[in-house]
């Protein structure tokens, strides 16, 4: 299948906070664009605090490596990290 794909470099235009909160509210929370996992969430200490989601949103955009990706959206789904099993799912 032709799909448009575009790609868009986080460091030069760092994910707005709508485009963020649009993400969050389909995948279940701001948490879940985090990438948990990462060394920059752990060097941050990120682990040990209790952050409001608009604190969230400004760590996202200010450290872009802090987030999950990729960032999926085709048509009016969204993804977040790699799951191939839920791209095929909306091609069908």
């Known amino acids: 299948r032709r799909l448009k ?3 868009f470099d986080l460091l030069e235009r760092p994910l707005s906070k709508g ?13 879940e664009l985090v990438d948990k996992e990462g060394k920059t969430y ?22 872009p490596d802090l987030l999950k990706l990729p960032l999926v959206r085709l048509g009016k789904n969204l993804g977040v990290g790699e799951d191939e099993a839920a791209w095929k799912k909306w091609l069908e």
């Open 19 to 31: 485009e963020a909160t649009r993400f969050a509210q389909k995948v279940g929370g701001l948490l």
């Open 5 to 7: 794909i575009q790609f």
């Open 42 to 63: 752990a060097s941050m200490g990120l682990e040990h605090l209790r952050l409001s989601d608009e604190r969230w949103l400004e760590q996202l955009q200010d450290h």
